[in-house]
């Protein structure tokens, strides 16, 4: 009888006494012993993955759900968090391709680069909020935080997976209870964690928790092909990577985590089917090679990707080995986190810095080699972090900061795992001092978690802290915040921060621009077009700045100098809404109706979401008696946003000048529901219940508007 073969009989009859077992299989009494606790131990963990209902079972299962919801409770703040001026108007607030779900808009983001990127399912997810919410920031973090709950559930099964693995394949004698206390402290770093609230509280990072959500998905299904050989699982595997694909190009490294996983602690190899493990991720390198062809191509047409020159091959190498250490040192003490970690280009590759940085990670790679027989984990931990690290690792510089919180998404999860195994393993033994343990990394991730959403607020508070831990290093920084300050009405405010832009960037073209624009809003008039002219003479094709200095020369009453920056505006950017609008202006002072309808008529249509476009082209509209014009324009409103009442205002409104008052009473009552606060809109219904000769009605809602309008003074 073979050992698997005894190993069967013993689980099959496992109610019969050992003395009887070791009789019958002629293994002695410990062999039989230690049979029997490997057999109960398999049997509980294998209660997490399915559908019983054993008190073991439900302990695994309160064990998985508690780091979630300790994630949620900690992530509750950040659904407050309102939009940051950090790409969330490009990405979100302005970027019409995701107010609609039809087919042209949906071929958009599956054939198009956007903004260095190409992640249609990213796009997708942004397009589904907006259908739910609108631009209501709130429907953007839940659905945030809901992946990352889920990503941190994902996670705990993974680490369960992979150490219970580690545990049959012999590399150490542990029990149950230290794989499960080992993945519930993983799961509490995962969740918990400081350096995720970028990827969760900032609305733009989408990419990053939904590429992680697919790909943490794949990782598990993965884990179940390779134990079980069903195939249909590995085709499950490949979707869910493509998915991943589809949401962040930073997945392309997962084969080759699975090739590490193979290695340990599956030990596929060495098994004579390594022709096998080899063929079978053919589809997942062909596909990873595509993706990776197709990410820089997206960032160097925005010209994201820094060049040589700018940026030197060998001071990207020496980064490289800095963004290592640097993104472990914040895992383990994550203090002075920061939005952008901006680089600072030195001479001197040789800093203290950097020769440290290498050294380490030799060192670490020693140590890794000489244990790869004893501890195997070790070595395959440090090339996970390693190869998922590398897409973001500085040698293809993308911006200018030498890592990002959000890199850490994916990075995290070896580490994260080594350091939950190896302090459940000097604490296991000890039960008070695992709850110890728990309850203290609970609390300062917790804290420090809480903290750190409080900086994605709004854009004030991002970037006061960005210069908080890095004052006068950034330019960048600077100019945003005073952005943001202008933004808030604060303009006092924001003249120093811009003033600080420029003295560490005195040829930064929207540092030179903001502040034409701040001391436009202070009437310094002169000064204003000193600094729009500052910054043409810097780059001559920034349309933004010509727009800006037109409208400086418009308020001064100067019309053809006005209109002719407009027209350079326009010429240089077809896209320029403001110019086309601006320009729209002139003509109407001018008394050209026509060309000022063709004007706003083509900023609308650039950007047909935007209420002031909507309601320049509509004024248009009336004034040339072109009411049915502006029914259609109202209507196609509605359909881009069916949650904005101002649509069903002024259809309302529309419908009542041309005399169909059945129409307006149904836009103007969908109005109220939206908006019953608003006196405008009962006051309006009350004028067309009179004209239908409903007394009662048009009475009963011009006393509703006269009540929300309250006393007047």
Same mark, same amino acid.
């Given at each position: 009888m073979?050992?698997k073969?005894?190993k069967d009989?013993?689980?099959?009859?496992?109610?019969?006494?050992?003395?009887?077992l070791?009789s019958k299989?002629?293994?002695?009494?410990?062999?039989?012993q230690?049979?029997?606790?490997?057999?109960?131990?398999e049997?509980?963990?294998a209660g997490?993955?399915?559908?019983?209902?054993?008190?073991?079972?439900r302990?695994?299962w309160?064990?998985?759900?508690?780091?979630?919801?300790?994630?949620?409770l900690?992530?509750?703040?950040?659904?407050?968090n309102?939009?940051?001026n950090?790409?969330?108007?490009d990405?979100?607030?302005?970027?019409?391709?995701?107010?609609s779900?039809d087919?042209?808009?949906?071929?958009?983001?599956?054939?198009?680069?956007?903004?260095?990127f190409?992640?249609?399912?990213?796009?997708?997810?942004?397009?589904?909020?907006?259908?739910?919410g609108?631009?209501?920031?709130?429907i953007y973090h839940?659905?945030?935080?809901v992946l990352?709950c889920?990503?941190?559930?994902l996670f705990?099964?993974?680490?369960v997976?992979?150490?219970?693995?580690?545990r049959k394949?012999?590399?150490?004698?542990?029990?149950?209870n230290?794989v499960m206390?080992?993945?519930?402290?993983?799961?509490?770093?995962?969740?918990?964690?400081?350096?995720?609230?970028?990827?969760?509280?900032w609305?733009?990072?989408?990419?990053?928790?939904l590429?992680?959500?697919?790909?943490?998905?794949?990782?598990?299904?993965y884990?179940?092909?390779?134990?079980?050989?069903? /195939?249909?699982?590995?085709?499950?595997?490949f979707?869910?990577?493509v998915f991943?694909?589809?949401?962040?190009?930073?997945a392309?490294?997962l084969?080759?985590v699975?090739i590490?996983?193979?290695?340990?602690?599956l030990?596929?190899?060495g098994r004579?089917i390594?022709?096998?493990?080899?063929?079978e991720?053919?589809?997942?390198?062909?596909?990873?090679?595509?993706?990776?062809l197709l990410?820089?191509?997206?960032?160097?047409?925005?010209?994201?990707m820094l060049?040589?020159?700018?940026?030197?091959?060998?001071?990207?190498v020496?980064?490289?080995?800095?963004?290592?250490?640097?993104q472990?040192?914040?895992?383990?003490?994550?203090?002075?986190l920061?939005t952008?970690?901006?680089i600072?280009?030195?001479v001197?590759?040789?800093?203290?810095?950097?020769i440290?940085?290498?050294i380490?990670?030799?060192?670490?790679t020693?140590i890794?080699?000489?244990?790869?027989?004893?501890?195997p984990?070790l070595?395959?931990?440090?090339?996970?972090f390693?190869?998922?690290l590398?897409?973001v690792?500085?040698?293809?510089?993308?911006?200018?900061?030498i890592?990002?919180?959000?890199?850490?998404?994916?990075?995290?999860?070896a580490?994260f795992?080594?350091?939950?195994s190896?302090?459940?393993a000097?604490v296991s033994?000890?039960?008070?001092?695992?709850?110890?343990?728990?309850?203290?990394?609970?609390?300062?991730?917790?804290w420090?978690?809480?903290?750190?959403?409080q900086?994605?607020?709004?854009?004030?508070?991002?970037?006061?802290?960005?210069?908080k831990?890095?004052?006068?290093?950034s330019?960048?920084?600077?100019?945003n915040?005073?952005?943001?300050?202008?933004?808030?009405g604060r303009?006092d405010?924001?003249?120093?921060?811009?003033?600080?832009?420029l003295a560490?960037?005195?040829?930064s073209?929207?540092?030179?621009?903001?502040?034409g624009?701040?001391?436009?809003?202070k009437g310094?008039?002169?000064?204003?077009?000193?600094?729009f002219?500052?910054?043409?003479?810097?780059?001559?094709?920034?349309?933004?700045?010509?727009?800006?200095?037109?409208?400086?020369?418009?308020q001064?009453? /100067?019309?053809?100098?006005a209109?002719?920056?407009f027209?350079?505006?326009i010429?240089?950017?077809p896209?320029?809404?403001?110019g086309?609008?601006?320009?729209?202006?002139?003509?109407?002072?001018?008394?050209?109706?026509d060309?000022?309808l063709d004007?706003?008529?083509?900023?609308?249509?650039l950007e047909?979401s935007?209420?002031?476009?909507v309601?320049?082209?509509?004024?248009i509209?009336?004034?040339?008696?072109?009411?049915?014009d502006?029914?259609?324009?109202?209507k196609?409103?509605?359909d881009?946003?069916?949650?904005?009442?101002f649509?069903?205002?002024d259809?309302g409104?529309?419908?009542y000048?041309?005399?169909?008052?059945?129409d307006?009473?149904?836009?103007?009552?969908?109005?109220?529901?939206?908006?019953?606060?608003?006196p405008?809109?009962?006051?309006?219904?009350?004028s067309?219940?009179?004209?239908?000769?409903?007394?009662?009605?048009a009475?009963?809602?011009?006393? /509703?508007a006269?009540?929300l309008?309250g006393?007047?003074?």
């Open positions: 073979s050992f073969a005894k009989f013993i689980s099959q009859n496992q109610t019969l006494p050992a003395e009887e070791a299989t002629g293994l002695n009494l410990r062999q039989v230690k049979l029997l606790e490997k057999i109960k131990d049997k509980q963990i997490i993955f399915n559908n019983g209902v054993g008190e073991k079972t302990v695994h309160v064990v998985a759900l508690t780091p979630v919801l300790l994630t949620l900690v992530y509750l703040p950040s659904l407050s309102g939009f940051v950090w790409d969330d108007p990405n979100i607030v302005n970027n019409i391709r995701i107010r779900l087919f042209s808009s949906l071929k958009w983001m599956f054939i198009s680069f956007f903004r260095g190409w992640f249609p399912l990213n796009l997708l997810s942004l397009a589904l909020d907006y259908r739910i609108g631009l209501d920031p709130r839940v659905h945030s935080l990352h889920v990503n941190t559930f705990y099964h993974i680490c997976r992979v150490l219970e693995l580690g394949s012999g590399n150490w004698q542990k029990s149950t230290w206390n080992s993945s519930f402290l993983a799961a509490l770093f995962f969740g918990l964690h400081p350096l995720h609230v970028e990827t969760v509280s609305a733009t990072d989408r990419k990053d928790v590429c992680g959500f697919y790909y943490l998905a794949a990782l598990l299904v884990l179940d092909y390779a134990s079980s050989g069903k /195939k249909w699982k590995l085709y499950c595997c979707c869910l990577f991943a694909l589809m949401s962040k190009p930073m392309v490294t084969p080759l699975f590490l996983l193979d290695v340990w602690p030990k596929r190899f004579d390594e022709k096998k493990i080899v063929l991720k053919v589809p997942f390198f062909l596909a990873a090679g595509l993706v990776g990410a820089p191509l997206a960032e160097s047409q925005i010209g994201a060049t040589m020159q700018e940026l030197p091959f060998v001071y990207r020496a980064n490289t080995f800095n963004s290592i250490f640097f472990f040192g914040k895992m383990i003490l994550p203090l002075n920061s952008l970690y901006p600072t280009i030195n001197n590759v040789f800093t203290v810095e950097n440290v940085s290498f380490m990670f030799v060192l670490v020693w890794c080699f000489s244990y790869r027989h004893k501890w984990f070595g395959i931990g440090w090339l996970a390693l190869i998922t590398a897409p690792s500085g040698l293809f510089q993308t911006g200018g900061q890592t990002a919180d959000r890199y850490t998404y994916l990075t995290c999860l580490p795992l080594l350091m939950a190896g302090i459940v000097l033994n000890r039960k008070w001092m695992m709850v110890l343990v728990s309850t203290v990394i609970t609390f300062l991730l917790g420090a978690a809480i903290i750190q959403t900086t994605w607020k709004d854009s004030i508070a991002l970037w006061e802290n960005v210069v831990v890095y004052p006068g290093v330019y960048v920084a600077y100019s915040l005073a952005l943001a300050y202008e933004t808030a303009i405010d924001a003249l120093s921060p811009i003033d600080q832009a560490i960037n005195p040829k073209v929207h540092s030179h621009e903001e502040k624009v701040l001391l436009f809003h310094l008039v002169n000064e204003a077009i000193q600094e002219q500052n910054t043409i003479a810097l780059d001559p094709k920034q349309a933004s700045a010509h727009v800006n200095l037109g409208k400086v020369y418009l001064t009453g /100067k019309l053809d100098n209109k002719t920056e027209e350079i505006a010429s240089l950017d896209g320029s809404v403001e086309f609008d601006s320009l729209a202006g002139i003509y109407m002072q001018q008394g050209h109706a060309q000022a004007a706003v008529n083509t900023a609308y249509n047909p935007n209420m002031k476009y309601l320049d082209l509509a004024a509209y009336q004034k040339l008696d072109k009411i049915d502006s029914i259609e324009l109202f196609r409103g509605i881009l946003n069916p949650r904005e009442s649509y069903y205002l259809l409104i529309a419908y000048l041309k005399g169909m008052y059945p307006a009473v149904e836009m103007l009552k969908k109005a109220s529901d939206l908006q019953p606060q608003n405008d809109i009962f006051r309006k219904l009350g067309v219940y009179s004209k239908l000769g409903q007394t009662e009605l009475n009963e809602n011009i006393q /509703k006269t009540a309008e006393p007047r003074h």
